[in-house]
């Protein structure tokens, strides 16, 4: 979302602090990405210029102040909005409407599932709508209900299942249409605690199980530092990357010992500096990297 | 996002709008005028509105006009007043709910003009003849939005008023009133429009006066411009009243956080 | 018992008011009001001769096209203009206009333009209920949630995939409601068309009885009438539970809370 601040114009551009890759090791590529909103009180610039690469294969979190234009570029890369400037690539194509290949899962379960069928319906839908065989859709559907623990409710309708439940339903429909990409929005702010940690490890299992390259947004540090590889740092509004940071944290991770470990706090310490510094309106310099 | 879209695109919206009644308008024109219609049967569009605006400066216009009206109003308020009453009192409570349901189901999809002949034989064409109809029919778009609503009370805001030691009418007026009144609104909203119909059907199949017989009038007549003017009057009221009427149900609501959706009833 | 005591509540009040007309109705000829047994006889012998083919069928007849036609067309209308921004802006106050107009004042406009016709009845019909239909589902499509759009457009579900899967149900409660408004609207123009212009049908019958002071005939007419407005929304509460039976659920949990 765009926040009231409109910078001026003439401040010089801060470099691209985003790690790249060569063309052929990048599934998904972000460059220069600027999106600025035209409104009745003149444009609003909500990111100014994004550059990263996410390999196949990564999971990857983006953190950042509120208001910083994380919805925003997830629009963009998902295809659902056209950025002003930049553009994003998905294996060396060029995003112009939804890819394929690209599965969204949003923060707002309630409203993204739909109410009117069942969960099994609602996983079914995308593969039905590609034509894939009765036997086939079956298997994937069956299988990714398995893996979000979710096989004994397939005749539920949504609202009728607890919010964590409905999360972990749209999880399972984003796996069934086995994406190479896999989007989330803040997909855990809205449950509760509890739910959010068993989420979490989910997300982690699923992720390790089918080699899908994840980009998770997030604005909570703990939660970056204890799912990601890596953890993109945005600034505040209108939005550059503050800080590319790779997470050296075991690949093993659960709930307990990973976050007591002297490594996570440092980590978590360094991600929470970073926000603080982002809100304050500090940039990172321009060519720090 | 999208908030910064509609701000920007709010005066093309308004101008849509008139564009589509202007085209409308040029529609109607061309349609008789080149043969598609006869224009003694549709007379073009500027006819019409001449007519109308010939019929602003008539007093019997508006002696019609107010006869519908006065109509409409009596007929409203009653329905209002006894559609109120009923539905607060059934409503709190479950016996009389139940007891009454029955009836309630069968009486309510009666077509209000299914009264029309007993309407005649017991007033003839006097006014008491479209008030029969119009609170017959309003009567009911009311009652049950406030049955409704009497069902939404909050059993924790009830029971909180109770544990305070809040009596009935205490009650009633803190607890069961506010959350009902939306629902009211609501169904005086529906009453309203349907009241007209009622009103202008009543004039046009009875003869009752006002609007209504006027139109039937210049139809027999063979005042054809005239009688499309008429019928643009009536559209003109009726927008008239849903104007004033969503205006009416949003100053009363103003301290309500959500505009309500009408329910299926 | 719970059943017992379900027809009793179901039973009572009617019985209570049937008792009260047939005691009321008892003593001296009332000339305004027959006695039950009356009006079940004269309900009989006027109902079920020739009248049922002459003037009862074919009246229901031209309802059913009728309504039928309103809702098909105004289901369709309303989906292409609610999908469209600019046609939506374009055709809105007309649209409402038209939606303002007392629907019985089209039985003489249409009269003139058709002649008093079958066809003349239907469109009567039609042109008088679509409205509901028409802009209930236009508010429908539009008021379609963001989120949901947006899944459905990033899982590429498109053009009729998205109108049968996302648009159609999401509006769904919407368009019933407008429904429901047509149904009780077709059934006062069924019977308006005919006491206006026709020589048969049940409104021109109806009419008839009164004007010839046969009192316990017209209020069999009456009461015909009301059996039918009372069968239909039986129909329609029928379908509805049926068709929006996640909506009912959808908004019991949400009431719950």
Redesign the interface.
């Known amino acids: 979302m765009p926040s009231e601040t409109t910078d001026k114009n003439n401040v010089t551009k801060p470099a691209p602090a985003g790690r790249t890759l060569q063309n052929n090791d990048a599934m998904l590529s972000v460059r220069g990405l600027k999106k600025v909103y035209q409104t009745d009180g003149g444009p609003i610039e909500a990111v100014r210029n994004l550059t990263f690469d996410l390999r196949a294969g990564e999971l990857a979190c983006l953190v950042g102040p509120s208001g910083s234009g994380k919805t925003t570029l997830l629009k963009c890369i998902s295809g659902l909005m056209a950025p002003t400037e930049g553009q994003v690539l998905l294996d060396g194509v060029q995003v112009s409407g939804p890819p394929k290949k690209m599965a969204v899962v949003f923060q707002e379960y309630g409203r993204s599932l739909f109410p009117w069928m069942r969960v099994r319906e609602n996983v079914e839908l995308p593969l039905k709508n590609q034509r894939i065989p009765k036997a086939e859709r079956d298997r994937l559907v069956d299988e990714a209900l398995e893996a979000v623990g979710l096989s004994h409710v397939p005749m539920s309708y949504p609202w009728q299942l607890s919010g964590g439940m409905q999360q972990r339903v749209a999880i399972a429909r984003a796996v069934a249409y086995q994406p190479e990409v896999l989007l989330m929005d803040e997909p855990f702010a809205a449950v509760d605690a509890q739910t959010r940690a068993d989420l979490e490890d989910l997300i982690r299992t699923v992720w390790k199980k089918l080699g899908v390259t994840i980009l998770f947004v997030t604005h909570d540090i703990d939660e970056s530092v204890y799912l990601g590889e890596r953890v993109i740092i945005l600034s505040s509004s209108p939005t550059v990357i503050q800080e590319d940071l790779v997470i050296d944290l075991p690949a093993e991770r659960d709930q307990l010992n990973t976050r007591s470990l002297p490594r996570f706090t440092e980590l978590r310490h360094h991600v929470y500096e970073q926000i603080q510094l982002a809100k304050a309106g500090h940039r990172p310099a321009a060519a720090a990297r | 996002m999208d908030n910064t879209k509609t701000a920007r695109r709010r005066p093309t919206k308004e101008l849509l709008g008139i564009a589509g009644i202007i085209g409308f308008l040029l529609v109607w024109e061309v349609i008789p005028r080149v043969g598609i219609v006869d224009a003694r049967f549709l007379p073009p569009a500027s006819e019409v509105i001449l007519a109308l605006v010939r019929d602003f400066g008539l007093a019997a216009f508006w002696l019609a006009v107010g006869e519908t009206m006065l109509a409409w109003l009596i007929g409203l308020v009653i329905a209002v007043l006894a559609a109120t009453l009923l539905g607060f009192i059934i409503g709190s409570s479950a016996f009389l709910r139940s007891f009454t349901n029955s009836t309630v189901e069968f009486l309510r999809p009666i077509p209000s003009v299914a009264l029309i002949p007993l309407a005649v034989l017991l007033f003839g064409v006097k006014m008491e003849s479209s008030l029969m109809l119009i609170i017959y029919a309003s009567f009911w778009q009311i009652f049950i939005q406030v049955l409704y609503g009497v069902a939404d009370v909050d059993n924790v805001a009830m029971n909180t008023a109770k544990s305070y030691g809040l009596g009935q009418f205490a009650r009633i007026r803190h607890v069961v009133f506010p959350t009902a009144l939306p629902y009211l609104m609501t169904g005086v909203r529906l009453a309203a429009s349907v009241a007209l119909i009622l009103a202008i059907t009543a004039e046009l199949v009875i003869g009752s006066p006002g609007l209504g017989r006027e139109i039937a009038l210049a139809q027999s007549g063979g005042a054809i411009a005239g009688m499309y003017a008429l019928v643009l009057a009536t559209g003109l009221i009726g927008v008239l009243i849903n104007l004033v009427m969503r205006f009416v149900e949003r100053k009363t609501l103003s301290w309500h956080s959500s505009v309500r959706a009408e329910v299926i009833v | 018992m719970k059943i017992l005591k379900g027809i009793g509540?179901?039973?009572?009040?009617?019985t209570i008011?049937v008792l009260f007309w047939a005691v009321a109705t008892a003593g001296e000829a009332n000339f305004?009001v027959p006695t039950p047994a009356t009006l079940l006889a004269t309900f009989a012998e006027t109902w079920f001769g020739d009248r049922i083919l002459s003037d009862v069928l074919p009246s229901i007849g031209r309802l059913i096209v009728g309504v039928t036609a309103a809702i098909i067309i105004g289901i369709v209308a309303g989906l292409l203009i609610g999908s469209v921004k600019?046609l939506r802006?374009?055709?809105?106050?007309?649209l409402?206009?038209?939606?303002?107009?007392?629907?019985?004042?089209l039985?003489?406009?249409l009269?003139?333009?058709m002649g008093i016709t079958d066809s003349m009845k239907v469109v009567v019909i039609i042109s008088g209920c679509i409205w509901p239909v028409l802009l209930n589902t236009i508010e429908g499509v539009r008021a379609i949630?963001?989120?949901?759009s947006?899944?459905a457009?990033?899982?590429?579900?498109t053009g009729r995939?998205r109108i049968r899967?996302?648009v159609l149900?999401?509006a769904?409660?919407q368009i019933?409601?407008g429904v429901?408004q047509c149904l009780?609207?077709g059934?006062?123009l069924m019977?308006?068309s005919e006491?206006?212009a026709s020589s048969s049908g049940l409104?021109f019958t109806?009419?008839q009885?009164?004007r010839s002071f046969a009192?316990p005939e017209?209020?069999s007419?009456?009461v015909i009438?009301?059996l039918i407005?009372?069968a239909?929304?039986f129909i329609f509460q029928f379908t509805?539970r049926r068709i929006?039976r996640?909506?009912h659920?959808?908004r019991e949990?949400?009431?719950a809370v």
């Open positions: 509540y179901a039973v009572g009040l009617p008011l305004f600019w802006d374009l055709t809105e106050p007309v409402e206009f038209f939606r303002a107009i007392p629907p019985p004042v039985v003489p406009v009269m003139l333009l949630d963001g989120v949901l947006d899944s457009h990033t899982y590429g579900i995939a899967h996302l149900p999401s769904g409660p019933m409601a429901r009780s609207i059934l006062i019977v308006i006491m206006f409104g109806i009419v009885f009164q009192i017209m209020w007419g009456i009438l009301g407005g009372v239909m929304s509805e929006l996640w909506y659920g959808l949990v949400e009431n």
